[in-house]
């Protein structure tokens, strides 16, 4: 069947799925004759699940996590270090970061610093980090900065610790504030033979002692 | 945010997209997050394509293809070549064979012969096509046997021409029906270093005159 001969629904639902990153039309189409294959309501509720998917969502004010509650859940549980504060990219890392185990809280930028993406800092939420930096009552004592171990998550980690410093000038009560960057090193698992240069290069240098 | 402090709208389209063949709990997520990334709608019409999958579909009762119109359009398109018959498995299939340029009609099997799943030739549209051969009226000449060249689409080949060389002992116009298979070989633009030794074989057996 051409195009003009498959039915325009399925034909839909193969235009919707090649919308998604990492799935092409050959994907597409195979997911969508899988779905033919299976009950009705086998499609429905991925469709319903996706119509709802924005239904009693907010952005945290407090870390521009996605959550149904503001401030969320996580910003208002007091069983958290208040003092930790983790710079996150996305809600996705977040969600990395809690099976990790992080039991402070989070700053959610919403992505990097990327001039040839025409994002800069004003586009993220890095002013209100800052407005939560200079807050003197139940102070931050460690800012770690969790942007991704790539070029641009490089660079934005390194403008915040500036800018930060910067700050400390004139605000007294971040003299001592500890700011952090997530170890770069071999991933656990892994074959050693196999690491990239950089990484090994990173996993020499943070050795720790036995 | 564990499951608990996961949006149940995030979590539910994780959920449903992990239904999905080839999609595990890592990509689910990760798509559910890429949504959120993108306008409501985007997701919307996603879900609504979904919903609309199965809104004016029918098998058509000549082919047994997903279609919208029954007779679906093939088989009621009479410049194709109304003699020439190809046997499919699936729905997916047929619209591979049009990209290649099949110009007979079809007839979907619905699947494979399958003992270890339960499928015999009742769960498949078998006697159905053994009724479109018995018909006398415009008879079919060339029966093209398009099942997987899989250890299941072999042995369902096998069995259909079995069975039809049995129904021609009492149907004279059957006679002269020629029965084929799709050629087994090396795949266009394939490395015949890389190929296995079962389509080599086969791809010297079928060698050609050039």
Redesign the interface.
Known sequence: ??S???????Q??I???S????IGPK?A????????TRP?Q????????????????VTCGQCFN???ENP???CSDGQRRQESLLVAE???D??AL??AGWDGRYHVLGGVISPINGIGPEQLRVRELFDRLKVTQSPIHELVLGTDPSLEGEATALYLQQQIERLGHDLPHLKDLKITRLARGLPVGSDLEYADELTLARALEGRKEY
């Open positions: 069947m051409n003009r001969k498959l039915p325009k629904s399925i839909g639902v235009d919707q799925f919308k998604l990153p990492g994907s189409s195979r997911l969508a004759f899988y779905l033919l009705e086998f499609a429905v509720d991925i469709g319903q699940a996706l119509l709802d998917l924005r239904k009693n969502l996605v959550a149904e969320c859940l996580i996305e809600p996705l977040v969600l809690e099976r």
